[in-house]
């Protein structure tokens, strides 16, 4: 079935550094990527939708500037957290379509601990 | 505004019972809707999906789903449930291929021996 890495699974970084969360689709191209950051015992939370070799879109309220994704290929998708502070310490999701039109799946998460 | 709701938090159910997990959507047409299962710290795994035809949908870990337009609902249902159960669920819908998911607020499972 359909694969997606997600690495690495935790982080704990420094704050004002800047951390590279990766997702790979390893058995099917992944035309459309999304993050999703999820709070404790919350929901997942659509952060941004990112096309093979477009611009993401970013979900209102969510800084562009700050968490950077890049979809350079159809199996690679990246968000870059710049400059990361505490209150960006979270579980981070990405999830790829491309295998099966109707279907989503999803890495196992990122969990960034800013200190 | 396309919506997917969850009326209860936490659920708390013996070993072996039945078990019922309520989700209500609203969207402009009838949204493709999915169930999935999150065990801590982990990712999202799949349990069913519905797009159109039969409205019960049987999915893994004997799992099924029931779709009824008339109540705008897609609740989960399993006849007796394993200690192995007890996990965060959440109910998700998109408007179609490749939209992007909009998730419930999540239904916390606890199983009692």
């Known amino acids: 079935g359909a694969v997606v890495s997600q690495h690495p699974s935790w982080v704990i970084c420094k704050s004002g550094t800047s951390v590279k969360i990766e997702c790979r689709s390893l058995?099917?191209?992944?035309?459309?990527m999304f993050w999703y950051r999820q709070f404790p015992k919350q929901s997942l939370m659509l952060m941004a939708t990112?096309?093979?070799?477009?611009?993401?879109?970013?979900e209102q309220g969510v800084e562009k500037d700050k968490f950077l994704i890049n979809h350079a290929s159809l199996t690679l998708s990246t968000l870059t957290v710049t400059s990361a502070h505490p209150e960006d310490s979270s579980f981070y999701i990405c999830?790829?379509?491309?295998?099966?039109?109707?279907?989503?799946?999803f890495g196992s998460g990122t969990r960034l601990t800013v200190v | 505004a396309q919506s997917v709701t969850q009326p209860d938090i936490h659920i708390t159910v013996s070993e072996g019972a039945s078990l019922e997990l309520r989700c209500n959507y609203s969207?402009?047409?009838?949204?493709?809707l999915f169930w999935y299962v999150q065990s801590p710290g982990q990712g999202l795994q799949l349990l069913l999906k519905?797009?159109?035809?039969?409205?019960l949908v049987q999915g893994i870990k004997g799992f099924e789903a029931e779709f009824k337009r008339s109540q705008s609902s897609f609740n989960l249902r399993k006849p007796s449930v394993h200690w192995s159960d007890a996990a965060e669920y959440f109910c998700a819908a998109s408007a179609g291929g490749n939209e992007k998911l909009t998730f419930g607020t999540g239904t916390r499972l606890t199983i009692i021996p």
């Open positions: 990112s096309n093979e070799g477009s611009k993401a879109t970013y």
């Open positions: 519905y797009f159109s035809g039969d409205t």
């Open positions: 969207y402009g047409a009838t949204p493709y």
């Open positions: 058995d099917f191209q992944a035309t459309t």
């Open positions: 999830s790829a379509t491309g295998q099966d039109p109707y279907g989503y799946t």
